[in-house]
């Protein structure tokens, strides 16, 4: 199957960032051709003045809680935790398929293309992935056995998803590790060791609050990331989610030991942890970095455009320097650079060839993205698009969404059932 997208502004992100005014040739899930493209194909798409970008990654979520937006919103965090943990002790797979379904369908119609997924049930939330046709990168959640609401041990559970789930296209199992405050040393270590021996990546929460850093402190004698670098857990395979309250001899122990970074900034805000993420530090000392949109109780929303200019803006209003964060490097973050952040650089995050067939195609004709110019479309993207601005979605090569529509799955349907999932769960 050849699928050729015509007379485009293709935003490439590749290593120089070339925005060509051109075409893109699909053969199945690859991208064979870039630029102008005279053979014919067995489906072409008019493109003519629209935008195309790789497809975004968000790189930190918790997808099935979408049916709990604006359930536990305006209170105090710990208050916020508790009622957070008391609907989650409730959940059933049900809830949780059709938490799953509605927020991988708000990821696709707003750009999103492969996300970052911590949670428990996975292989419930992988159904999800596959009937929409997203790529999920699954960690099962892993913590020890006392704090947790799963049936059976955690640890054995994500290596049972993993030997259930392995080698699919869109799933990629995962180990999502909850945080210092519920994981021991042993826990953390043997997480480390099956994700060694089985090429995983290894997502965690790391100094999302300042009480996490003092509590550990008390019972560890030291930060969290340096507490994780003194049992010899960090590693390249290891991405940290939030890293809000990091000192600069934190980030440099992350530095050295590859682990990357996916900041949550509206999360933060809204939860209002304190933490601002210190990014242009960890720029300087070598730290890959990405986005992430948390989850839908924290955020509310998963539009990685939204998150984009949210981060942006928060970051330079912190600093007191608009020159942080320009707009090139926050498109990096949610395209290039978070690929490299679950290493998959090589199959997905720019439009070159050989990649996966990931793309979003942009409305060129929407009034917040005019006047298009070469020298204002990454601006634009960045500071005035929104999710709604998506008219086209290929991921692996497939059309999953087709004039601001999904092919793959009933949106009707899909919001019917979470509907009536909420309200079983809520009352």
């Known amino acids: 199957m050849r699928t050729v997208i015509r007379d485009a502004y293709v935003v490439t992100q590749n290593p120089a960032r070339e925005i060509v005014r051109g075409d893109v040739l699909v053969e199945d899930d690859r991208i064979i051709q870039i630029g102008e493209v005279r053979e014919s194909a067995d489906r072409e798409i008019d493109a003519s003045g629209d935008i195309v970008i790789p497809g975004l ?8 809680m979408s049916i ?4 536990i919103d305006d209170l105090p965090f710990d208050r916020f935790l508790n009622k957070s943990f008391d609907i989650d002790a409730r959940r059933t797979d ?14 696709l119609l707003s750009g999103t293309t492969t996300f ?10 992988a159904r999800a992935v596959e009937e929409t046709g997203i790529r999920g990168i699954l960690g099962w959640a892993v913590l020890d056995p006392q704090y947790t609401t799963q049936l059976g041990t955690p640890i054995e559970n994500a290596k049972r998803f993993h030997r259930e789930h392995r080698g699919r296209s869109r799933i990629v199992p995962a180990l999502g590790l909850q945080g210092v405050y519920v994981c021991s040393t042993e826990t953390f270590l043997a997480a480390k060791e099956y994700a060694l021996e089985n090429d ?9 609050t300042r009480k ?9 004698g030291k930060r969290p990331a340096d507490y994780l670098a003194s049992i010899d857990f960090l590693n390249d395979r290891c991405l940290a989610a939030h890293s809000a309250w990091l000192t600069v001899g934190e980030i440099r122990q992350l530095a050295r030991s590859g682990t990357k970074v996916s900041t949550c900034p509206v999360s933060n805000m809204k939860l209002a942890t304190g933490g601002v993420a210190p990014l242009p530090e960890m720029f300087l000392n070598g730290v890959t970095a990405s986005i992430g949109t948390d989850g839908s109780t924290t955020n509310n929303c998963l539009d990685m455009f939204r998150e984009m200019r949210t981060l942006s803006l928060l970051q330079k209003a912190s600093r007191w320097d608009p020159t942080v964060l320009p707009a090139q490097q926050v498109l990096d973050l949610a395209t290039i650079e978070a690929a490299k952040a679950v290493r998959m650089e090589d199959r997905i995050g720019s439009i070159e060839v050989g990649k996966r067939a990931d793309m979003v195609i942009m409305d060129g004709r929407s009034a917040n993205l005019r006047p298009l110019r070469l020298d204002n479309i990454v601006s634009n993207l960045v500071y005035s698009a ?3 601005d998506v008219k086209t979605v290929m991921c692996n090569g497939e059309i999953v969404v087709d004039d601001h529509h999904m092919t793959t799955v009933n949106e009707d349907a899909v919001l019917a059932e979470a509907e009536a999932a909420a309200r079983d769960l809520l009352g």
């Open 94 to 107: 049900k809830d949780i398929l059709a938490g799953a379904r509605q927020g991988c369908m708000e990821m």
């Open 212 to 220: 996490e850093v003092v509590d550990c402190k008390k019972k560890e």
């Open 57 to 64: 990654i968000n790189t930190h979520s918790h997808v099935s």
């Open 68 to 71: 709990l937006k604006g359930q």
């Open 386 to 388: 929104t999710g709604s």
């Open 116 to 125: 970052v997924d911590l949670y428990y049930s996975q292989h419930t939330i």
């Open 200 to 208: 995983l990546l290894l997502t965690f929460h790391l100094s999302e």
